[in-house]
């Protein structure tokens, strides 16, 4: 969930805000395991994925059973008491499909349940599904209005069907902490000069998040284990075209399949990259299976779900 909320002040500062927030989290079942920061943004690993917060923007990401949409509420109210932010520009609120959707607290065991709670307490919005609705989808609900005019962009891989040897690393058998893992998976790589805070699990599992100047962040969770190995990749870093960024994010995990989608506005220079997969039926080994772009307001999505080539196949179009 990423909402977006209308000022130019900062959050409430200090053991104050360490203290909210952990009673936020509460609110959604997780902790905070540690945090960084820079004068841009606070970013946080937790035991259920990452939070980031900005003076005007607030990033939950949660997994597992987690009641993610628990804490609008919260939020809503907190930022109002504590700052007097009274408007929010602009929320999205987003998942692919769960393979056991039974296990999830009842308003997240289907999008009809999160769709009517989302417009319960934001009902300016709209919910879309792409992808196949009997396969692999992507959920998304967001406002209507013209909402963020800044330049604003995030790129998300959404992986799975993992390589075993690349999935080794995230154990403590492979590695005895978060950095070791980074480093020798080739993440401390992918955007060089990055700030990581990095977390390996016990048995297994990993989190990290990076800052960059500018309000700019990476994040990835991965969960290594074979029966449901899955990797999230997430970034809102701006990229003419995110060819080169993709390649390295593949290299690192080795995925079976992946979903990727883009969001951009118009003022963001990752506004026309859609342009550049319209025709790119293959990419490094992979076979496009789904392509779908969309307008929303301000802003543009393209959704793309690639599976891996057998050994051997080839295509007359050009992998890139």
Not at 8 to 16: L, T
Not at 44 to 58: G, H
Not at 113 to 135: K, P, Q
Not at 288 to 314: A, I, P, V
């Amino acid at each position: 969930m990423m909402a977006t909320v209308q000022s130019q002040q900062h959050f409430f500062e200090g053991a104050e805000k360490l203290s909210e927030w952990v009673k936020l989290l509460r609110v959604v079942r997780c902790e905070i395991i540690s945090v960084t920061s820079n004068k841009d943004m606070d970013a946080y690993v937790l035991s259920e994925s990452s939070m980031f917060v900005t003076k005007d923007r607030f990033i939950l990401k949660t997994c597992g059973t987690t009641t993610l949409l628990s804490a609008v509420d919260y939020l809503l109210d907190l930022v109002k008491k504590k700052v007097g932010f009274d408007k929010v520009v602009d929320i999205f609120f987003s998942r692919k499909n769960f393979s056991r959707p039974e296990l999830q607290h009842c308003v997240h065991q289907n999008f009809e349940n999160e769709v009517s709670f989302c417009y319960s307490i934001l009902s300016d919005g709209s919910a879309y599904t792409l992808g196949r609705i009997n396969g692999d989808c992507w959920y998304l609900y967001t406002l209507e209005d013209e909402g963020v005019t800044h330049p604003d962009q995030t790129f998300e891989l959404l992986m799975w069907d993992m390589c075993p040897d690349k999935m080794r690393i995230f154990t403590q058998e492979e590695c005895k902490s978060g950095e070791e893992a980074s480093q020798k998976s080739g993440i401390a790589d992918i955007i060089p000069g990055i700030k990581i805070d990095d977390f390996l699990f016990d048995p297994c599992g990993y989190s990290m998040n990076g800052l960059l100047p500018g309000g700019y962040y990476i994040t990835i969770h991965v969960t290594p284990e074979p029966h449901c190995s899955y990797v999230s990749f997430e970034s809102n870093v701006p990229q003419e075209s995110y060819h080169e960024l993709i390649d390295k994010v593949l290299d690192v995990f080795r995925p079976g399949k992946f979903l990727m989608t883009i969001f951009a506005n118009k003022a963001s220079i990752a506004r026309d990259t859609y342009k550049t997969l319209e025709n790119q039926h293959t990419m490094k080994g992979y076979r496009r299976r789904d392509h779908q772009f969309c307008c929303f307001k301000n802003y543009t999505l393209t959704y793309t779900h690639y599976t891996k080539l057998s050994e051997g196949t080839q295509y007359s179009r050009p992998i890139i």
